[in-house]
């Protein structure tokens, strides 16, 4: 089974409007920690937010926030604004506690477009 | 910059040659994390290095080996090269190499082409 799944391969928004990118994620862990990286066409992995499961507020990062809903196993992000730079590949990732070593696992991605 | 230094940033090589990837972790990260990263297979956990020994193996073929160094950096070595083994390898670290629900830094990643 998929632990980590975003099931919107690409979404288009409208510059300056807000956009929704769908995570759920798969534990039976009670520690983990949720995450989300922005990687644009250059390549590199730049991490943008950060959720962990004992957080009893919802991760909040300049104009990105993280909607976390743990009884569904969600983790949205939130990208308010929404700007040209935005544009890229954004991927959901988890790291469980229980997990020796405590690796990352990513979802498959959502392509985000934002039209100007 | 997240303090994590992956070279060479590009790769071009032939098939069954062999390749060394390097990775230096930030400064006081004592784990290294190997990431493979195509476009049928997403981003794929290889291997975990905890202060010079193998903490945690993922999908990672036999052709490929890694190890960590006394100075931490780390490098990932390819051979055997087939087509298919052309992606993205991407090397993070973090502080713990244990359980952990903390960030891991990552590199901007050393982009490999097979021919």
Same mark, same amino acid.
């Given at each position: 089974?998929?632990?980590?799944?975003?099931?919107?391969?690409?979404?288009?928004?409208?510059?300056?409007?807000?956009?929704?990118?769908?995570?759920?994620?798969?534990?039976?862990?009670?520690? +983990?920690? !949720?995450?989300?990286? /922005?990687?644009?066409? =250059?390549?590199?992995?730049?991490?943008?937010?950060? $959720?962990?499961?004992?957080?009893?507020?919802?991760?909040?990062?300049?104009? +990105?926030? !993280?909607?976390?809903? /743990?009884?569904?196993? =969600?983790?949205?992000?939130?990208?308010?604004?929404? $700007?040209?730079?935005?544009?890229?590949?954004?991927?959901?990732?988890?790291?469980?506690?229980?997990?020796?070593?405590?690796?990352?696992?990513?979802?498959?991605?959502?392509?985000?477009?934002?039209?100007? | 910059?997240?303090?994590?230094?992956?070279?060479?940033?590009?790769?071009?090589?032939?098939?069954?040659?062999?390749?060394?990837?390097?990775?230096?972790?930030?400064?006081?990260?004592?784990?290294?994390?190997?990431?493979?990263?195509?476009?049928?297979?997403?981003?794929?956990?290889?291997?975990?290095?905890?202060?010079?020994?193998?903490?945690?193996?993922?999908?990672?073929?036999?052709?490929?080996?890694?190890?960590?160094?006394?100075?931490?950096?780390?490098?990932?070595?390819?051979?055997?090269?087939?087509?298919?083994?052309?992606?993205?390898?991407?090397?993070?670290?973090?502080?713990?190499?244990?359980?952990?629900?903390?960030?891991?830094?990552?590199?901007?990643?050393?982009?490999?082409?097979?021919?």
């Amino acid at each position: 089974a998929q632990k980590i799944t975003q099931t919107q391969p690409g979404m288009f928004v409208q510059e300056k409007e807000a956009v929704t990118l769908d995570c759920t994620y798969d534990t039976s862990d009670q520690s +983990y920690g !949720l995450f989300w990286y /922005k990687q644009p066409s =250059s390549g590199e992995m730049i991490f943008l937010i950060y $959720q962990g499961s004992y957080d009893e507020q919802n991760a909040t990062e300049g104009r +990105y926030s !993280l909607n976390f809903q /743990k009884a569904r196993k =969600s983790a949205n992000l939130v990208i308010s604004a929404s $700007q040209l730079g935005d544009s890229a590949m954004y991927f959901c990732a988890m790291r469980e506690a229980h997990n020796q070593g405590g690796k990352l696992i990513f979802g498959q991605g959502t392509e985000l477009s934002v039209k100007p | 910059d997240s303090g994590v230094t992956q070279t060479p940033k590009h790769l071009i090589t032939a098939t069954g040659q062999r390749v060394t990837l390097r990775c230096s972790p930030r400064s006081g990260d004592l784990s290294v994390y190997w990431y493979q990263q195509s476009l049928d297979q997403g981003l794929q956990f290889l291997i975990q290095y905890y202060n010079g020994e193998e903490r945690a193996k993922g999908n990672i073929l036999e052709r490929f080996s890694a190890q960590q160094f006394p100075d931490l950096h780390s490098e990932l070595n390819l051979s055997s090269l087939e087509l298919g083994d052309s992606a993205l390898y991407f090397c993070a670290s973090s502080v713990s190499g244990g359980p952990s629900t903390g960030e891991l830094f990552f590199g901007e990643g050393s982009r490999l082409t097979v021919l």
